[in-house]
């Protein structure tokens, strides 16, 4: 039987290796990571989903969150979403990964819709 990792643990392991990512020792993107995954396990407790990366353009993102895409267009240019479009050429891309992260993400510091 597995044990369960509980949230004081991750927010434990987050405060010792947020001086590790600020000294340099870890990048800021790998303590993010890190701490996602810990806290998806916590909640879940089950690992985060493997996620083949891919760009999408504005009307899958919008597909994939559930909204209208003239309300997704609408939001993104009031910067209401935590993930950056990518450009492609002249085309307007989003990580699909970014995307679900913000999708089950519980912080409700990282929604300003």
Same mark, same amino acid.
């Given at each position: $039987? ?8 991750? &927010? ?7 001086? %590790? ?12 990571? *890190?701490?996602?995954?810990?806290? #998806?396990?916590?909640? +879940? ?6 996620? @083949?990366? +891919? %760009?999408? !353009?504005? +009307?899958?993102?919008?597909? @994939?969150?559930? *909204? ?8 993104? &240019? ?8 990518? $450009? ?5 891309? #989003?990580?699909?990964? !970014?995307?679900?992260?913000?999708? %089950?993400?519980? !912080?409700?510091?990282?929604?300003? *819709?």
């Amino acid at each position: $039987m597995a044990t369960q990792i509980r949230p004081n643990t991750v &927010k434990l392991i987050a405060k010792l290796l947020h001086p %590790l990512a600020e000294n340099g020792v870890l990048t800021i993107p790998e303590e993010r990571e *890190i701490i996602a995954h810990l806290t #998806y396990l916590a909640q +879940k407790g089950e690992e985060l989903p493997v996620i @083949m990366p +891919k %760009l999408i !353009d504005q +009307k899958e993102a919008a597909e @994939m969150l559930g *909204i209208g895409f003239s309300n997704f267009k609408k939001l993104e &240019k009031s910067n209401a979403f935590p993930f950056k479009r990518r $450009m492609v050429g002249t085309s307007v891309r #989003y990580r699909n990964a !970014d995307i679900i992260k913000f999708i %089950l993400s519980e !912080d409700p510091s990282e929604i300003n *819709i």
